[in-house]
């Protein structure tokens, strides 16, 4: 038996970035939070405390910063290619790479009934999100949504589940649904008009939550996936990650109250967890694309 | 030398209630976190707990969901007053309440152009708070915001502050400002129009922030309060506190990189910490409108 | 009517502080955030943007690390006193500091049963604070802890309250009573052994917690404090805020099951949040010990 | 091209529960945070919104503090395997069940130098976790400690990086170390003392960080691994996630004041963050071992 060195990446998490571009008065920001991670060459860093080879991490950091003065940020998924192909191509023990992107969305403040030039207040309705992954030669994006939080006061039902020992739970037609959205989309290619893409996707999302009669959470997450693949050709597949956050009609009935599905707690914990992926049958090979996305 | 018992309230905190309003298809939705606190003659309970005079929390628990049923919500501050008035009035032991309030908004989900009557995605842009304090037949209403994050990318200098000793800080007229505005604002009486009061204070607040040339964020803050006052006469006096959301210019030039106002670290920790109150000279008394409230 | 400018402050929150002490390979590691907030005249700042009074919160915050270096951190209370008064002595215009202070403790490792001279692992058992005020010649001192969470499986009852129509909790007699203190005791002096007093504090609340049998929290809570008040003489006044942790019994019945006091739910949200005082009758006037100091 | 329905898993998370075992005065307590999710055949639901193989998330809740009574808890390990095995076996549908325990630690409180029989205060020191994966008649565990945050004041150097554009980090023979531990290790066998193991790796970890001169964090997560999987046979492999979690030396030149390793920043974001695999040349295949768990 010998004792050996395995699957490692290192990088800088978190670079919080303001990017401001100027045209006069009225200028566009950018507000990221982005981490890189290596991987390549690296076992004698761990067994023998030799860095010749360790790109610092605030060597990575520096790079965002840099890039974004040099570059411009654009939209993540380009910043995300041009960082990680720069780690693998200008390093030759650097094999591969892994850029995570949040964004936060900035809304210009209306004065007067007019969007102000360079002002802005926080957004609302989520984050938009991207994993950029390079092995070598190839290159992978997975951009995705966060804490896309939406809710539907009727138009939810969960009956039919199996009543085995251990179930008390009633059936309901007519409950609320409750859910903060994780997605993560593969795209075919890395030839993609981005923030179109991003628009669409999170509009179908939306959309197909609002619209669709929803008999379990499943069966919404489902629909809501397959309606973005059939509009948006260029996502090969599409994985949600969605908490089913209770909302439980309180019982009025001792206090001799009516409860019409009017009154309802909103709880923390426990809460359902639904996870699925929705894909093509033709889809591209994923590759290396998910490697160290949390996920299932 | 005697030990005795001293200021002291309790109750039931995080309540969190979501109402829903139907009207056929189209439905409202209030969704709080409500917490209510009791004082009055307590003695008994914390030197020999005896609770014949504790309102268990359970039951002002249950309390809050049953008004919800039987009086709607309405506007937040017409909720809190009406719990808080009911514990003062129905436990005769019971001189004083207080009602804290957060409610989350929530915008109709866009299908083809329409709002949707009962879908809805989390609103971003700030949480609307209230506390309303009853003592014996007093009632005073502090209503506010808290979270409304926001920035401006220009427009801000902070210049020709004291050099002693510990300064290293350099002087700038060109900054980012940014904050997650805190504020509180008291009514000089409870016959107001809740909801028509808070939505022009905040745009009022909004506005104030983007159009105000910033010498200093105190100076921000004094003339976003003033501006308040100057148009909302049924505001007494309003206190804000704003951290100093610091975003640091990158230094670039060790990598031969200028930037121009381009190019931010947006930190965490360390914040400057700005609060203030702007009052009216003729304002009503606060009397107890500020107790317990956190402040400064 | 004339808009006036009223209460205000501002300075530096949440400086993060490590300070090494170094005896050969022994060290000593004092790990603290410290926020430092000034009073005065500086109405200059907020009416015209004029900062010639304002001392920068940057220069605070390197105050707070000069200081570190030149004096030493010591116990809490020394340091935060050294601080505020320098800012209230070294600056005619400056009327009032307040400092206040977490101690964030550390554990040695232990390596073959003997403790390690500078390797340390995070202690868990709440964090200590301080809050220290100085107006013009007077200081005040108000240390406690927070994040103290305990929690016994029985010795702790709930029963008779009263029940009246939106009653419906259960008595007990036997319950889990849980909570994570918040306490917060004003000295009546500034010339004390604070780590001693520290430590006995601490101790006689655990002790106390553990060894009465409650009727109530608010029971609980008053012994703690009275416990405190008999044992410490330079404590004047003990003021508490305990959230009731509540752990609900699971019904299994539908299954069949007993559940004598044995499986249980810890719930989030709601909890009782009970706060109350336990005080001298000859304690020293609070004086403005507790202005700005989160409380009830 | 065909829209089709690929990896899927559901369940309910973040069951908290409190487990009393109670020797007459004595007791023990067992307080965990259980998730558990299902996979198998789950088409009908997404697909259809039939709900007949949907064993509610609710049910599942059910389970777990059904389980507890029946059952106790004992090690969390052996609390994961009999609840995996139990959705796995008794529904057919089921193929696959996943499990996930965090264990939070509570010591007895001293009463005049002796443990108290049931009242507690939570631990520090991190958090003890078990993923327990079932696949048919297949069973893994990874079981692992998050949140052990350790930090060394000497004895950490970092040197001999490469110098490229984008450096401008300054080598050191000095700084401080410290991370917050969060390792998952994977045993070879389900006949494991969990107990004893869990406790070994711990004290293994924390003795490893302690002793070892570090050139790089890189070094002493792999130095920690290797001397776990040296003493602990049952070990596999062990993954480690570390933040490097910067403590930067203040610059006090400016203002005429030395700082040999006194007095630090303690900084939040960005971190490093190192991510490795130390594993034996013989390892048992890691099957699904690692499914849906997160990681690099």
Redo the contacts between chains.
């Keep these: ?22 045209d006069g ?1 009225r ?1 566009q ?1 950018k ?1 990221l939070n982005v ?1 890189t ?1 290596l991987r390549g060459d ?1 076992a004698d ?15 990575q ?3 965002v ?2 890039f ?3 570059y411009g940020v654009g939209e993540i998924e380009e910043f995300g290619l041009r960082l990680g192909r720069h780690f693998v191509d ?2 030759e023990w650097v094999t591969g790479a892994q850029v995570r992107i949040e964004e936060y969305g ?2 210009r ?4 009934g007019a969007d ?1 030039g ?8 989520g984050t938009r999100t991207t994993v950029v992954t390079i092995d070598g030669p190839s290159a992978w994006v997975v951009s995705g949504l966060t804490d ?8 939810s039902e ?5 009543r ?6 009633a059936e309901t037609n007519d409950r ?1 649904l409750a859910t903060a959205v994780t997605a993560r989309w593969r795209y075919g290619s890395v030839d993609v008009d981005w923030a179109k893409s991003y628009t669409d996707v999170r509009r179908i999302m ?2 197909s ?3 669709k009669h ?3 959470l ?2 919404t ?2 629909y809501m996936g ?1 309606q973005v ?2 509009a948006r050709p260029e996502v090969a ?1 599409i ?1 949600m990650s969605m ?2 956050k209770h ?1 439980f009609l ?1 019982d ?1 009935s ?2 001799g ?3 019409e ?22 889809a591209p090979d994923a590759g290396r694309a998910w ?2 996305v ?3």
């Design positions: 038996m010998a004792i050996t060195f395995g699957d490692n990446q290192y990088g800088k998490a978190e670079v919080r970035l303001v990017r401001i571009t100027r008065d200028h920001i507000d981490s991670s690296f860093a761990h067994l023998a405390g030799d860095n010749a080879k360790v790109v610092a991490t605030d060597t950091k520096n790079t910063y840099a974004a003065q040099q200008d390093f900035w809304d403040i209306a004065v007067d102000h360079h002002a802005f207040s926080r957004a609302g309705g896309l939080v939406v809710l539907k006061s009727t138009g969960f009956r039919g589940f199996p085995v020992r251990y179930t008390s739970l609320i939306l959309e939550f609002a619209v929803s008999l379990a499943q069966q997450l489902y397959e693949l059939l597949e994985r908490p089913n909302h309180v009025l001792p206090f109250l009516p409860n599905n009017e009154v309802y707690y909103a709880a923390d914990r426990p809460y359902g967890l639904i996870e699925g992926t929705v894909t093509r049958d033709d490697q160290a949390p996920g299932f």
